[in-house]
């Protein structure tokens, strides 16, 4: 069964730049979409970038089109993303899961997706 693992997270200021990375366990990316999830406090969590298990389709949330990249190594079986510009709202702890790509701008959980822990981001002066 996939495991993922988030890591990276940490304290920035705005307009910081931080990298996650999502490292996965007991399958092969090739087989799984991926999406990256938000979670701010006070709200629910959000889809904010997904790459394709082909890696022919990326999608990002319009709120973060332009300033974060998702990529993926199959060879380190790792998925990141790279979060430049970082505003106070994209303060937040953030998941990976496996990942529904709907439309250009949707990142779906998939229903059975386990939830780890997570990595903490906190934007602030």
């Known amino acids: 069964q996939l495991q993922l693992d988030e890591s990276g997270g940490g304290q920035v200021q705005p307009g910081g730049t931080l990298t996650l990375s999502c490292a996965a366990s007991?399958?092969?990316?090739?087989?799984?979409?991926i999406g990256w999830f938000h979670h701010a406090p006070g709200k629910e969590r959000e889809g904010v970038s997904c790459?394709?298990?082909?890696?022919?389709?990326?999608n990002y949330a319009d709120s973060v089109k332009g300033r974060f990249t998702i990529s993926r190594d199959i060879a380190k079986n790792t998925v990141y993303l790279q979060m430049n510009s970082l505003e106070p709202d994209d303060t937040g702890v953030y998941y990976c899961?496996?990942?529904?790509?709907?439309?250009?701008?949707?990142?779906?959980?998939?229903?059975?997706?386990?939830w780890g822990q997570g990595t903490q981001v906190t934007v602030s002066v």
């Open positions: 899961v496996p990942t529904v790509l709907r439309g250009s701008s949707y990142c779906v959980a998939h229903p059975d997706a386990s």
């Open positions: 007991g399958g092969t990316l090739r087989d799984y979409s």
């Open positions: 790459i394709s298990n082909g890696g022919g389709q990326i």
